[in-house]
């Protein structure tokens, strides 16, 4: 019997792993009759867990358009996403959700110009939200993407970006990476520089992911250009246990990343002790 | 009202725990603490604080959330609740009481965290009044009151009788389940317990930490609490033991854990503290790397992040268990006489 307490995983299985980068594999998962294990929004999250190894909070790659299925890319950091990279398709996985807010594609980010900016992993939440922009392509004005890794071989979901995204009237791509290498034609450089040099309207609407120091500079580049912090939104990470603003574990202030986060619009972060 | 010589308090002891699990104040090895009540054991009211606090009883030190089984690829997920009671607190104090509708705020919020919930439906309190309250008390700073304290059921154990005042639809139900025991207070009854509410009121006036004032907590001001400098100084001694977080009624810090039984993983969850200097800490890095922020942290939560959610309302009872508990002597009350005075003075 099932009471639909939120702490109790449900059941999903592993149908598909892909190798992103060196230390990124995506993990496609199911419900164990077929389809996403529950429904979303882009930006939200899953807490994942194998029992006896641990339980961690991942954000959600794919949009609520694919009905199929749900896919998550991770990067390997310690036990439990080690042991996540060691499994073969068909495992079956603990999985709870969805947690947290979204980004507010139907209210304030619609008929917009939008800029993603992302680097390294932190592509994976604004795949969810360019797939589901994608899909409604007429509800949004502009779509440019910047994104940038170590290397050509750290850029997740290279394939995918590099040709169906870049090739596509739908949206603009422009890759970084940090230092130059055989082969690599686009920008080198890291993302903030790359982003001012780009010469992008302060007027889109920008989100902004990826590690805390890339995220942090590339918002100073962002007011330096004049962009409006009311119009820029990012995610923020920490650690988690409840997804429910319980545990008392995730909280900025008087905000809980796992419940009022992980999106933050700027100005309301800023209004936040410094504490992420 | 109604009234029962004390007594005869056994009998009522004995009549409440012939359908419900009894928990009282009494003592064992030299601690006073709730425990549960069998024939012959003698309620100790005269401790104001028990050891543990009522919080123990609807978010219970650890609890089994779920049973896994794995085999190859498979797993097998079974909710894994402890078992259901219906179980009577007697002798809970208004602090302690208190502190259930600051919890109820965080575990009622959806989604709901079922498990309480379901020990608050099978629970009830009784409270008692505090004849002397103690120079660690002030729950009169957060608008509670010794004298009156709330409850399913509230009693004043005054001149040998016992008042016994039933005040929700829970506590109106036992009551008229054990009606028989009891007489009618009459307007003597009433009279006597007015009295012994205006003694405590006399005895409150005369505590040393009643004129703790939040007053310059209230509102906006906290995020310059945040930066204040006396932070510094305050957590300087603190050891981060997590004492102040395990006794306290209103912390519900937790932490979701696996446990391999030899036949199937148990998830289940306990206690943690936000003071621990791994509470927070990532792959990537430790959003509270020091003592002070770990520090500022509870006190911030208490007094500004929990009243910005919940419209003002602190998430302190005053029950003092800080005050006595923790052994460098720190403790909330020192921390907001401290930033209570002007930061920059
Ligand atoms: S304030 Fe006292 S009880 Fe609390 S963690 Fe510090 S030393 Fe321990
Ligand atoms: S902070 Fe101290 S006085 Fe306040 S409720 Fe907790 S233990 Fe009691
Ligand atoms: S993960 Fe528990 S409060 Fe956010």
């Known amino acids: 019997m099932r009471s639909g307490e939120t702490l109790i995983p449900v059941l999903g299985v592993v149908t598909e792993i892909r190798r992103e980068t060196p230390d990124v594999k995506t993990f496609r998962v199911s419900a164990p009759g077929g389809g996403a294990v529950f429904p979303h929004m882009p930006g939200q999250c899953a807490m994942l867990s194998i029992p006896g190894v641990g339980e961690a909070m991942f954000s959600i790659t794919t949009s609520p358009t694919t009905k199929a299925y749900m896919e998550f890319s991770i990067k390997q950091t310690g036990l439990l996403t080690d042991w996540l990279h060691g499994m073969e398709p068909g495992q079956q996985v603990a999985i709870r959700g969805p947690y947290g807010n979204a980004f507010p594609l139907e209210t304030e980010l619609k008929g917009k110009d939008l800029l993603f900016i992302a680097g390294g992993i932190g592509l994976a939440p604004l795949r969810a939200v360019i797939l589901y922009v994608r899909h409604y392509r007429d509800n949004y004005g502009k779509v440019d993407l910047v994104y940038g890794a170590r290397s050509k071989e750290d850029l997740v979901f290279y394939e995918e970006v590099s040709k169906d995204w870049a090739s596509s009237e739908d949206m603009q791509v422009h890759l970084t990476i940090d230092r130059a290498q055989e082969g690599w034609e686009g920008n080198v450089g890291f993302v903030p520089d790359f982003v001012r040099s780009l010469d992008f309207s302060p007027k889109c609407s920008t989100l902004v992911c990826g590690p805390p120091i890339m995220i942090k500079l590339t918002l100073d580049a962002l007011w330096g250009m004049g962009f409006d912090r009311t119009k820029t939104f990012t995610t923020m990470e920490l650690k988690m246990k409840c997804g429910v603003g319980k545990c008392g574990r995730c909280n900025i202030g008087s905000k809980y990343v796992c419940k009022d986060g992980p999106v933050f619009r700027c100005d309301e972060l800023a209004e936040l002790p410094d504490e992420y | ?345």
């Not at chain 2, 009202?1 to 012939?18: D, G, H, N, R, T």
């Not at chain 2, 100084?233 to 102040?244: I, K, M, R, W």
């Not at chain 2, 800490?281 to 500004?304: C, D, I, V």
């Open chain 2, 1 to 345: 009202m109604l009234k029962l010589p004390v007594s005869q308090m056994e009998e009522l002891f004995a009549s409440i725990a012939s359908e419900q699990s009894l928990y009282l104040p009494l003592e064992t090895n030299g601690l006073i603490a709730f425990s549960r009540w069998e024939e012959g054991k003698q309620a100790r009211f005269d401790q104001l604080h028990c050891a543990g606090s009522v919080k123990d009883f609807f978010f219970p030190q650890t609890e089994n959330l779920a049973l896994f089984k794995t085999s190859g690829k498979e797993i097998h997920i079974e909710e894994n609740r402890d078992p259901e009671e219906a179980f009577v607190v007697f002798g809970v104090r208004a602090c302690d009481a208190g502190s259930l509708s600051i919890l109820d705020r965080v575990f009622y919020d959806e989604p709901a965290d079922t498990f309480y919930q379901t020990r608050r439906r099978q629970g009830l309190i009784i409270t008692v009044a505090c004849n002397a309250p103690e120079e660690t008390c002030f729950c009169h700073t957060f608008g509670l009151d010794a004298a009156d304290p709330g409850g399913d059921v509230a009693v004043w154990l005054l001149e040998d009788m016992l008042y016994w005042d039933s005040r929700t639809e829970k506590g109106h139900a036992l009551t008229e389940r054990l009606r028989g025991l009891f007489e009618e207070a009459g307007d003597q009854g009433e009279e006597t317990v007015r009295k012994g509410k205006a003694d405590i009121g006399k005895i409150i006036d005369r505590l040393p930490l009643r004129d703790l004032s939040l007053e310059r907590f209230a509102g906006d001001g906290m995020m310059e609490k945040f930066d204040a400098p006396q932070w510094e100084s305050l957590q300087e001694a603190c050891l981060g033991c997590g004492t102040c977080t395990f006794v306290c009624p209103t912390c519900h810090c937790y932490d979701i854990r696996d446990f391999d039984t030899g036949h199937g993983i148990r998830r289940f969850r306990c206690w943690d503290s936000c003071m621990f200097s791994d509470f927070t800490l990532m792959a990537h890095g430790n959003p509270r790397p020091s003592r002070l922020a770990r520090f500022r942290q509870r006190f911030m939560h208490k007094l500004a992040y929990y009243p910005e959610n919940h419209e003002g309302l602190y998430a302190c009872v005053g029950c003092g268990r800080c005050i006595t508990k923790c052994p460098v002597s720190m403790n909330i009350t020192k921390v907001i006489k401290t930033l209570g005075v002007d930061q920059h003075a």
